[in-house]
């Protein structure tokens, strides 16, 4: 059965699937076929339709959503079709076994004052700036997958002509606008990038500090870590999370103590607090109600027998990492970010103002227009909106 499977996906990979669809695909068949191995299936012509129920049994018990079922069913349709196809099989024994109804949610968006409030509260003297400027503002203004913005190379951009080239999934290329804000900060962006020695030379247009081009979790950490950050330049959500965060937890007086901080001295980042050591903290500071408190009663308890110079530490008396710091804050804060909720945002923007929806089916790239419809639901919620705030009668 291996050999079989080993054949499909390279149907597969002929077929131009995206790497996202092969790599979910080999996870779910290699499971099922394993899982038919141990149930005494040796062969792919003794598959029934009573071993796929058994299977899909077993993953429902494993508590999978609904729509990882789904594509489960779906891959084993596609692989048990791809046998027939091949006269390995006369019946495919998945053709009657019924997907579990997935309930279509309406996408989150993120308001675009927000996206604003991101840029404009981006730490200017940082090398990324001009990089993670020109993400975000792509990410909105392209409507871009994250896959798509990773893989964009230079030589698909055509800046004379405001246009540039991705491709999407199933290898489908297609043409976007590149105007306005996005293509002034990409300019900005492959400036500076032009002036770095140190980087390699590469046809990627975005770029680690190594030279090597972004991967899709860089891109999640960099759109978080200015969501966060951009978050905390606002006074009412840093009292706000305030009145959330544990008193009673030597942790939560640190947290306390860094939202003190921030506060109290609204041009710092918690990429200036994790840098902080103890020799270098302003005397002024220890005014500070839980900041002192956190100094004279928790930092020793963390230290131990460590002699360590920064500030701030975590529970197991080590320097508190940024990351670390981003990941804490996100948690009070109580929202996540991602590239796809700007590909939200980008769609639904275009339908608030009256583009036409085969038009925004075009720019996202989707097959299917049905996949484009839900952003109508996301714009009729907005009229209600309206229509609540306005109307005497509402």
Same mark, same amino acid.
């Given at each position: ?6 054949? *499909?996906?390279? $149907?597969?990979? /002929? ?9 979910? *695909? ?20 003794? $598959? ?26 779906? =891959? ?39 996206? &604003? ?11 990324? *700036?001009?990089?993670?400027? =020109?993400?975000? /503002? ?7 997958? #994250? ?14 002509? /405001? ?8 290898? %489908? ?9 996005? +293509? ?7 400036? &500076? ?25 860089? #891109? ?12 905390? +330049? ?36 918690? @990429? ?10 302003? %005397? ?31 529970? %197991? ?6 990351? /670390? ?21 980008? =769609? ?10 085969? @038009? ?9 227009? &049905? ?24």
């Amino acid at each position: 059965m291996n050999n079989y499977l080993e054949d *499909y996906y390279l $149907i597969l990979i /002929e077929n131009n699937a995206s790497p996202n669809t092969l790599d979910s *695909y080999k996870r779910y068949l290699d499971d099922y076929v394993k899982f038919l191995s141990k149930k005494g299936v040796k062969s792919v012509t003794k $598959i029934s339709p009573v071993d796929i129920k058994k299977y899909i049994s077993y993953v429902n018990k494993r508590g999978l959503a609904p729509s990882s079922i789904s594509i489960i069913i779906s =891959a084993i349709r596609s692989f048990h079709k791809h046998l027939v196809l091949s006269s390995i099989i006369d019946e495919n024994p998945a053709l009657h076994i019924h997907s579990p109804k997935v309930q279509k949610k309406l996408p989150e968006i993120i308001e675009r004052e927000e996206i &604003s409030l991101m840029i404009s509260s981006m730490k200017k003297s940082s090398k990324f *700036y001009e990089r993670d400027k =020109a993400i975000i /503002e792509m990410l909105y203004a392209c409507g871009l997958r #994250v896959s798509e913005l990773c893989d964009l190379s230079v030589s698909n951009l055509f800046i004379d002509d /405001e246009l540039l080239r991705v491709l999407g999934k199933g290898s %489908k290329e297609r043409l976007l606008p590149l105007m306005g804000r996005a +293509k002034q900060y990409l300019l900005e962006y492959l400036d &500076s990038k032009s002036k770095n020695t140190i980087v390699k030379k590469s046809d990627s247009v975005f770029i680690s500090n190594n030279g090597n081009k972004l991967t899709r979790m860089m #891109v999640f950490n960099i759109l978080e870590k200015h969501f966060i950050e951009s978050k905390l +330049k606002d006074k009412k959500i840093i009292h706000s999370l305030m009145r959330v965060i544990n008193f009673n937890k030597s942790d939560g007086i640190r947290d306390l103590g860094i939202s003190e901080v921030l506060l109290h001295y609204p041009h710092l980042f918690l @990429f200036d607090i994790y840098k902080l050591k103890v020799n270098t903290l302003p %005397k002024n500071w220890i005014k500070l109600e839980y900041l002192r408190k956190y100094m004279y009663d928790v930092r020793p308890k963390f230290i131990l027998k460590q002699d360590v110079d920064y500030v701030f530490l975590n529970i %197991k008396g080590k320097h508190l990492k940024y990351i /670390e710091l981003i990941k804490i804050f996100r948690n009070y804060v109580g929202r996540k970010i991602s590239p796809h909720l700007l590909r939200h945002s980008f =769609a639904t923007d275009l339908l608030k103002n009256d583009a036409d929806l085969r @038009f925004v089916q075009d720019l996202l790239g989707h097959s299917d227009i &049905s996949s484009t419809q839900i952003y109508t639901h996301l714009d009729k919620r907005h009229l209600k909106k309206i229509y609540q705030n306005h109307h005497p009668r509402s």
